[in-house]
């Protein structure tokens, strides 16, 4: 964790995009294929519809792309303007080349660094933290940040209680050096506990799914869940990281324009909501549209959030997400 105040520079957010398929696939899509009902998915999640990748042009490259490239016009700059590019997923296409290579050619950023990071749900919130750090020690100037996942692809539509859950988009994030050093993160965590990692995997092989593990209908290849356990954690993370964000930075939700947090479960945040004293409209929402978008969910809020005029620079915003791994960070930010 950094404090900013005593840093040489800012870090200045400059413009924002996302990035959704065009598929819309709700509940009574669903519950056409499955053992399941529009009510039962609300009640449990929150969720009535979300977007989907088609099988022939969409993808986590293709939405990953677009959504930097609505980044980059928001800022009003051009792919060779960037030094950097991160891309935050668990589903892209490729380990080697990385998404992040070829969505900088895509945007024609070379010869800008570029390169995939994996923290599941906690993805944009990392990589934003990371950028934020770079460009603070001087090594870097302009990151465009991106996170996405397309869940559709690793989801078992066969099985009910993993699938309901999932949907596909892509946020990014341009920031850039600023001469005032209070600009950008003023406090961050990034946190991780890997002896909870089969609460949350993608086996690809009989040998990934550890000893003594329930039987599963899920069939190899796809993400598998304990809901119970991640339920817990979630729960308890959410409040842990918001209460540790506020006493670290003597801050009061009355001094925050925008809690943005992962959208993982509507009763998950309900919980934090009423536990923490958070007002409903600091707390956005759009679970209900998307799903659980895993690394594109906060990014995808934060844009939405920029657009509509619900944050403006001056505005302390913070940022909540936790994921597979196990994962979790947060990150309170000065515009």
């Not at 998307?290 to 934060?302: A, M, P």
Request: hydrophobic share 40%; proline share 3%; net charge negative.
């Amino acid at each position: 964790m950094t404090s900013g105040g005593s840093l040489p520079c800012g870090v200045r957010l400059v413009g924002t995009g996302s990035a959704v398929p065009g598929r819309v696939l709700t509940n009574d899509d669903l519950s056409k294929i499955l053992d399941t009902s529009d009510e039962w998915i609300r009640q449990r999640t929150g969720i009535r519809e979300r977007r989907i990748c088609s099988e022939s042009d969409e993808s986590v490259f293709s939405l990953q792309r677009d959504a930097l490239q609505r980044a980059l016009d928001d800022a009003g700059m051009k792919g060779s303007d960037l030094d950097l590019i991160i891309c935050a997923s668990v589903t892209s296409e490729m380990t080697c080349p990385s998404n992040a290579c070829r969505v900088a050619a895509a945007v024609d950023a070379a010869p800008a660094g570029a390169f995939d990071m994996v923290a599941a749900c906690s993805g944009f919130v990392y990589a934003l933290n990371v950028a934020d750090s770079l460009v603070r020690c001087g090594r870097h100037r302009a990151i465009g940040v991106v996170g996405c996942d397309a869940m559709s692809k690793v989801v078992d539509f066969e099985e009910r209680t993993v699938s309901v859950l999932f949907g596909d988009a892509a946020g990014a994030a341009i920031v850039v050096r600023d001469d005032d050093p209070s600009k950008g993160s003023v406090y961050q965590t990034l946190n991780a506990d890997g002896s909870g990692w089969h609460s949350l995997y993608l086996p690809r092989r009989e040998t990934d799914i550890p000893a003594g593990s329930p039987e599963s209908d899920i069939r190899l290849g796809y993400l598998r869940m304990d809901g119970r356990d991640v339920y817990r954690f979630a729960v308890s993370k959410f409040k842990e990281v918001i209460e540790d964000a506020m006493a670290s930075t003597s801050l009061t939700p009355d001094d925050i324009a925008q809690f943005i947090c992962h959208q993982s479960n509507i009763r998950i945040i309900e919980s934090a909501k009423e536990k923490l004293g958070l007002p409903d409209d600091k707390v956005y929402i759009n679970i209900d549209r998307y799903g659980n978008t895993s690394g594109g969910s906060v990014g995808l809020c934060l844009d939405e959030i920029r657009r509509a005029g619900r944050i403006s620079d001056g505005d302390t915003i913070v940022f909540v997400a936790f994921g597979g791994g196990l994962t979790w960070a947060s990150s309170v930010w000065n515009l």
